[in-house]
């Protein structure tokens, strides 16, 4: 049955900002209405006549749901349901199936209302991950004290010792003792350092930012990486930080083209984004800049800890650049997040330019 042809009473539904679908007793689709091709990102007509497992996959229980809407006449309410669309995109819904018996149209057996949550979702992680970010960086701040005094006394101690030795070669021994103390008390300096350090606010054109880490990767891998620019021209400035700025993407941007093996190609790209939510605040305007790699991508294991304090993917590395760029951002009133998988790894930062 086309949309067109629906007996007055299902005529409002095309009005609804959620999806909604009608069914029948095969689960086939009788009526979409436009929310519904929004959210499945396909025509009406298409979706007519269809069953409802043609056009997404979902779980063993909503099909049960489905069964016992039919044939018990049951109703059905899922919170934070997972589909999956027919171009492979995932889609977090609550979902209501609701039996229907209408004379008019007695062939419609099933309503089935989707409401979408992804934005609900991605606030309230992006809370939980700061609050998360914010304690852990606070433990390592408290550790960070207890460690220094200690380190200055070690180091001291070291110091007298090589004055009273005879024999030069045990000189050697404390060199290393006072070398490892003194890197010690760096790594727990850029630990405290984030917070010690006042934020000197101007008009900040974000490009000149890019430009410069642009040219500093540029000097550092000179051989085979590529950089390429997708600037929109039009951006206005900012008020901010230059050089928090510039530390920001050039921590990401080096770690990209340190998972590159400095080979392959990292794009930096700036858009500008409306309506978004930002710390928990509504901007009417903000800039988005993204740091694009064509690298093997973050093992699936570290993705949810990668801005943590001390969380590394190389041996070598000391967990700190992105804890360190996310400090920055969050000062800025921003937020930064991540997406990857081998071949394409994306850090994106919005900073606002306006409140709404």
């Given at each position: 049955?086309?949309?067109?042809?629906?007996?007055?009473?299902?005529?409002?539904?095309?009005?609804?900002?959620?999806?909604?679908?009608?069914?029948?007793a095969?689960?086939?689709?009788?009526?979409?209405?436009?929310?519904?091709?929004?959210?499945l990102?396909?025509?009406?007509?298409?979706?007519?006549?269809?069953?409802?497992?043609?056009?997404?996959?979902?779980?063993?229980?909503?099909?049960?749901?489905?069964?016992?809407a039919?044939?018990?006449?049951?109703?059905?309410?899922?919170?934070?349901?997972?589909?999956?669309?027919?171009?492979?995109?995932?889609?977090?819904?609550?979902?209501?199936?609701?039996?229907?018996?209408?004379?008019?149209?007695?062939?419609?057996?099933?309503?089935?209302?989707?409401?979408?949550?992804?934005q609900?979702?991605?606030a309230?992680r992006?809370?939980?991950?700061?609050?998360?970010?914010?304690?852990?960086?606070?433990?390592?701040?408290?550790?960070?004290?207890?460690?220094?005094?200690?380190?200055?006394?070690?180091?001291?101690?070291?110091?007298?010792?090589?004055?009273?030795?005879?024999?030069?070669?045990?000189?050697?021994?404390?060199?290393?003792?006072?070398?490892?103390?003194?890197?010690?008390?760096?790594?727990?300096?850029?630990?405290?350092?984030?917070?010690?350090t006042?934020?000197?606010?101007?008009?900040?054109?974000?490009?000149?930012?890019?430009?410069?880490?642009?040219s500093?990767?540029?000097?550092e891998?000179?051989?085979t990486?590529t950089?390429?620019?997708?600037?929109?021209?039009?951006?206005?400035?900012l008020?901010?930080?230059?050089e928090?700025?510039?530390?920001?993407?050039?921590?990401?941007?080096?770690?990209?083209?340190?998972?590159?093996s400095?080979?392959?190609?990292?794009?930096?790209?700036?858009?500008?984004?409306?309506?978004?939510?930002?710390?928990?605040?509504?901007?009417?305007l903000?800039?988005?800049?993204?740091?694009?790699?064509?690298?093997?991508?973050?093992?699936?294991?570290?993705?949810?800890?990668?801005?943590?304090?001390?969380?590394?993917?190389?041996?070598?590395?000391?967990?700190?650049?992105?804890?360190?760029?996310?400090?920055?951002?969050?000062?800025?009133?921003?937020?930064?997040?991540?997406?990857?998988?081998?071949?394409?790894?994306?850090?994106?930062?919005?900073?606002?330019?306006?409140?709404?």
């Amino acid at each position: 049955m086309p949309a067109f042809s629906l007996p007055h009473v299902f005529s409002g539904l095309d009005y609804l900002a959620s999806a909604v679908l009608l069914l029948d007793a095969r689960y086939a689709t009788r009526y979409a209405n436009s929310a519904t091709e929004n959210l499945l990102a396909v025509s009406g007509r298409s979706l007519i006549g269809r069953p409802l497992d043609q056009v997404m996959y979902y779980s063993f229980t909503l099909r049960q749901a489905l069964e016992n809407a039919v044939v018990n006449d049951w109703s059905y309410t899922g919170q934070n349901v997972e589909m999956r669309r027919a171009d492979g995109e995932i889609l977090h819904l609550n979902c209501t199936v609701t039996p229907l018996h209408c004379a008019e149209a007695p062939e419609i057996c099933l309503l089935m209302e989707l409401f979408p949550i992804d934005q609900q979702l991605k606030a309230s992680r992006e809370v939980w991950l700061i609050e998360q970010q914010e304690a852990s960086r606070e433990l390592i701040r408290n550790l960070a004290h207890e460690v220094k005094n200690p380190l200055g006394g070690i180091r001291g101690a070291a110091q007298l010792l090589e004055r009273e030795l005879a024999q030069p070669e045990y000189r050697e021994y404390t060199q290393i003792i006072i070398q490892e103390a003194d890197r010690l008390q760096n790594l727990m300096q850029r630990l405290l350092s984030p917070h010690r350090t006042a934020m000197q606010i101007a008009a900040v054109n974000i490009h000149d930012v890019l430009e410069r880490v642009r040219s500093l990767l540029l000097l550092e891998f000179p051989a085979t990486l590529t950089i390429r620019q997708d600037y929109d021209a039009s951006l206005p400035e900012l008020a901010g930080d230059r050089e928090q700025l510039i530390q920001v993407f050039l921590n990401i941007a080096r770690n990209a083209a340190q998972a590159l093996s400095g080979e392959g190609e990292i794009v930096l790209q700036t858009r500008v984004a409306r309506q978004v939510t930002l710390a928990q605040r509504r901007v009417r305007l903000a800039l988005e800049i993204a740091v694009i790699d064509n690298g093997p991508g973050i093992p699936e294991a570290l993705q949810g800890r990668i801005f943590f304090p001390l969380v590394s993917g190389r041996p070598e590395g000391s967990g700190l650049g992105l804890t360190l760029a996310q400090s920055f951002v969050q000062q800025h009133q921003g937020c930064i997040e991540c997406e990857s998988r081998p071949g394409h790894t994306c850090f994106r930062v919005r900073l606002p330019l306006e409140a709404a």
